[in-house]
């Protein structure tokens, strides 16, 4: 069975950087790509980042480049993402979803629960 | 304000069909595939439909998906309660290499 566990969310300050983090069973994780997904409270989804099954191609949205960063070990099975320089509009549930290959595209056949970070003073 | 334009809103009696559009440029939906996802209340997302019209397993057949140009539907037959949910396409944009949803559609079964 297909498990997707984040982790490293909560309250955080502005300018802030938490790591979020996805441990992954039930798949070989080292043969496909992986995504971060966002949701702010009571909006539509968000893409935010995406990194091939290797981790050597990553892709990121406009509203994260050069904030946010994308990597994964797949020694451990685990995906993260590292953010910085958080801002109030930053403020999120934050999936980790498994693509349907080893390239990344916004495709996506299982989500985690979700880990809701709040940025606020 | 997404890239791929959704309707907001689609609402018809239990038993009917519904369809919600997805609608976006040659640079996404045009030279891409297109997914759909269901995101019931207080849940993450489920993917209903991807590459444009295939279903995984344990979809039922009462949902499909179509793309034509630059836009994709999504088909909902047999309405039922329990498809009361927030619908969502999604796919690649090229220009922007990165990925895009629509803003979202609530179906309402009346």
């Known amino acids: 069975e297909v498990q997707l566990l984040e982790s490293g969310g909560g309250l955080v300050q502005p300018g802030g950087s938490p790591r979020l983090s996805c441990a992954a069973s039930?798949?070989?994780?080292?043969?496909?790509?992986m995504n971060w997904v966002r949701q702010a409270p009571g909006k539509g989804l968000e893409w935010v980042s995406g990194?091939?099954?290797?981790?050597?191609?990553?892709f990121y949205a406009d509203s994260v480049k050069g904030r946010f960063t994308i990597s994964r070990d797949n020694s451990k099975n685990t995906v993260y993402l590292q953010m910085n320089s958080l801002r109030a509009e930053d403020t999120a549930i934050y999936y980790c979803?498994?693509?349907?290959?080893?390239?990344?595209?916004?495709?996506?056949?299982?989500w985690g629960q979700g880990t809701l970070v709040t940025v606020s003073s | 304000q997404s890239v791929l334009t959704q309707p907001p809103s689609v609402s018809a009696a239990p038993g009917q069909k519904v369809t919600i559009s997805c609608s976006g440029s040659?640079?996404?939906?045009?030279?891409?595939?297109v997914s759909w996802y269901q995101q019931l209340p207080g849940t993450a997302p489920k993917l209903l439909i991807y590459?444009?019209?295939k279903r995984p397993s344990g979809i039922p057949d009462r949902f499909s998906g179509s793309k034509s140009g630059t836009s994709a539907t999504l088909g909902i037959t047999g309405l039922q309660t329990g498809d009361e949910a927030d619908y969502y396409c999604?796919?690649?944009?090229?220009?922007?290499?990165?990925?895009?949803f629509g803003g979202g559609t609530k179906l309402t079964v009346l």
């Open positions: 990194i091939s099954s290797s981790g050597g191609s990553t």
């Open positions: 039930g798949f070989t994780f080292s043969s496909y790509a």
């Open positions: 979803a498994k693509g349907f290959k080893g390239s990344v595209t916004t495709k996506s056949d299982y």
């Open positions: 999604g796919t690649w944009d090229s220009s922007l290499s990165a990925g895009i």
């Open positions: 590459d444009n019209d």
């Open positions: 040659s640079s996404n939906i045009g030279n891409n595939y």
